[in-house]
């Protein structure tokens, strides 16, 4: 069965300094591999998926196939990303996704 | 644009009382979703359902029971409430079952 592990349940980091949010997955077919985020009192929306390689408010994240890591950085984090953030595989025709247990990101002044 | 609605936001139940929890997407998608967000366990899938008329268990569907009552609504029903389902409660929708999901903005129920 496929898994999402968070290995950091809290991060800080002082505003301005690089973030890195960490995801491994496990899984045996090809993924498609997204990150959540839910800021305060907001609800859960879409950051970015691996497919689109896209940069999402100065987030980018890449799939590494070899490590099965999918981590999510930003070069100078903003107070404003301070959120949980969750990591989630979608299983290639199952449906459904995986979420792993989130992060939250406190982005200190 | 309303995306995904709940139904109630909160809600406080005694042990043994039953409930529905309501949502309904307006983005004509096929796809929608029944999670749980505790603390230090992410979300976990109750049941979802791929297509109008079709629903299926997730990972965790004991004492639960849903409804696909047509391609907009999706209902969660707590036949008898217990204190282990104190959590907040996200319905999603995805236009297929291969695309990002919609999250509603959450139910939180507390079973005393």
């Known amino acids: 069965a496929q898994r999402v592990t968070q290995p950091e349940k809290l991060l800080s980091v002082f505003k301005g300094a690089p973030v890195e949010l960490k995801c491994n997955y496990s899984y045996s077919g090809s993924p498609e591999l997204f990150w959540y985020v839910q800021y305060s009192r907001q609800r859960l929306q879409l950051l970015l998926r691996h497919i689109s390689r896209e940069s999402i408010k100065g987030f980018t994240a890449d799939l590494n196939k070899g490590e099965t890591s999918f981590h999510l950085k930003k070069p100078f984090a903003q107070e404003e990303d301070s959120a949980m953030y969750y990591c989630a595989l979608l299983k290639s025709g199952a449906g459904k996704s995986t979420f792993g247990d989130g992060t939250t990101l406190t982005v200190k002044p | 644009n309303a995306g995904v609605t709940q139904t109630p936001k909160f809600q406080v139940l005694k042990t043994g009382q039953s409930m529905t929890l309501q949502c309904a997407q307006d983005m004509n998608h096929n796809s929608m979703y029944w999670y749980r967000q505790d603390p230090g366990m992410g979300l976990r899938l109750i049941y979802y359902?791929?297509?109008?008329?079709?629903?299926d268990k997730g990972e965790v569907p004991n004492g639960y029971n849903v409804s696909r009552l047509n391609k907009r609504e999706f209902s969660l029903r707590l036949e008898s409430a217990a204190p282990s389902q104190t959590s907040v409660y996200f319905c999603?929708?995805?236009?297929?079952?291969?695309?990002?999901?919609?999250f509603g903005q959450g139910t939180r129920l507390t079973v005393v």
């Open positions: 359902s791929a297509s109008e008329g079709t629903t």
């Open positions: 999603a929708s995805s236009l297929r079952d291969n695309t990002e999901a919609f």
